[in-house]
């Protein structure tokens, strides 16, 4: 990783950059950060005499040189400064809240709307809702691009930026072109390099975040970090890492909750991590708890199902998204949890 003297290269510096990399088999890539670019050596990096060269450029303050298999992302980076924002909020500084249903019914636009007003009343930063569902049934509903309308209407409507999953390449157009903040990566899919790298080309150079769920089988704390790198490597490091739940299952919850990963991820990398308790208890009733057990844990935020009247929604509406009178609660009890752990 370069790190220069300057917020940004020139254009002839970094072609001098770009040259000497070259002449050794290397390429670069440009991480825009909030203030300042880094520069990522793609290739080998280990060649002395080429870090020696790009060292004695006067505009260069260092070279660092990190094994890790999650150079960008790993807390030793150079980006470790770098925040993630999302809703006026800058990730880290303090909690985060995500929410909205689980699925947006194109045929009752309302349902979604009046929850997104809801959710943003109750203090929700930012308005999930899934246009295109992964379901494990094929018969069962499926998403439909109608939905994306949807979202974006109570986005507009609201002012709330919006989160919603994308499962391959035609989805992603779909959403980037329609204006959604957060790209959703779901737990069926963390592991799925090629959407990964259509992702981080796709967001590289926009204004766009990525929500990446951790794989349901257990994935190991590198495995999802390495996932993040993925992303990041293509230009846009703006990964939040949402551990929800893994399998087996833990008898009577939907799946295993996993909000203990939060300090293994924290001691790794930088990225943000906002827990998602809805998918990993898998119902309303146990989802309080939960959201209190990730902020302890050191979540930087929480993303939870939740909708008006959770009866008429569909997908995983009817069994786990709360109502907004429990998001505002849980929002209240896990604020100031957060005080009480952080000190703030
Ligand atoms: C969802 O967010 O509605 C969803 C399907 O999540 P996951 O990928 O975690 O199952
Ligand atoms: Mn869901």
């Known amino acids: 990783m370069i790190i220069p003297n300057v917020n940004v290269l020139s254009?002839?510096?970094?072609?001098?950059?770009?040259d000497i990399l070259t002449a050794y088999g290397c390429k670069v890539m440009v991480i825009t950060g909030a203030e300042r670019c880094v520069y990522a050596i793609v290739g080998d990096e280990r060649n002395d005499d080429m870090v020696t060269k790009i060292e004695g450029l006067p505009y260069i303050n260092r070279?660092?040189?990190?094994?890790?298999?999650?150079k960008l992302m790993d807390i030793r980076s150079s980006l470790a400064t770098h925040r993630v924002k999302m809703g006026g909020i800058v990730l880290g500084t303090e909690p985060f809240f995500c929410a909205g249903p689980c699925t947006i019914d194109p045929k009752n636009p309302n349902l979604t709307i009046e929850t997104a007003h809801a959710v943003k009343e109750a203090g929700a930063h930012a308005l999930r809702g899934g246009v295109w569902k992964p379901r494990t049934n094929p018969y069962s509903y499926q998403g439909d691009a109608k939905a994306l309308l949807v979202l974006m209407e109570a986005s507009r409507q609201t002012g709330l930026p919006v989160d919603t999953e994308v499962?391959?390449?035609?989805?992603?157009?779909?959403?980037?072109?329609a204006g959604v903040h957060c790209i959703q990566v779901g737990a069926r899919n963390a592991l799925n390099y090629s959407l990964l790298r259509q992702i981080g080309e796709a967001i590289a150079g926009r204004d766009v975040c990525v929500l990446l769920k951790r794989g349901m089988h257990l994935g190991s704390v590198q495995e999802f970090i390495s996932a993040a790198e993925y992303i990041a490597q293509l230009g846009n490091p703006n990964v939040i890492l949402c551990p929800r739940g893994t399998q087996p299952t833990l008898d009577g919850y939907r799946n295993h909750p996993d909000e203990s990963i939060v300090p293994l991820l924290k001691e790794r990398t930088w990225a943000p991590v906002v827990v998602d308790p809805s998918h990993s208890v898998?119902?309303?009733?146990y989802v309080p708890a939960a959201s209190l057990a990730a902020i302890a844990y050191g979540a930087d935020g929480l993303c939870i199902e939740c909708n008006v009247h959770p009866g008429k929604g569909i997908g995983d509406d009817p069994k786990q998204a709360v109502t907004p009178e429990v998001l505002r609660r849980i929002i209240s009890q896990t604020r100031e949890l957060w005080r009480i752990a952080r000190g703030a």
């Open 11 to 18: 254009d002839g510096q970094l072609k001098e950059v770009t």
């Open 63 to 70: 070279v660092d040189r990190i094994q890790s298999p999650h």
């Open 282 to 285: 898998g119902k309303a009733a």
């Open 167 to 177: 499962m391959d390449e035609e989805h992603l157009r779909l959403a980037i072109e």
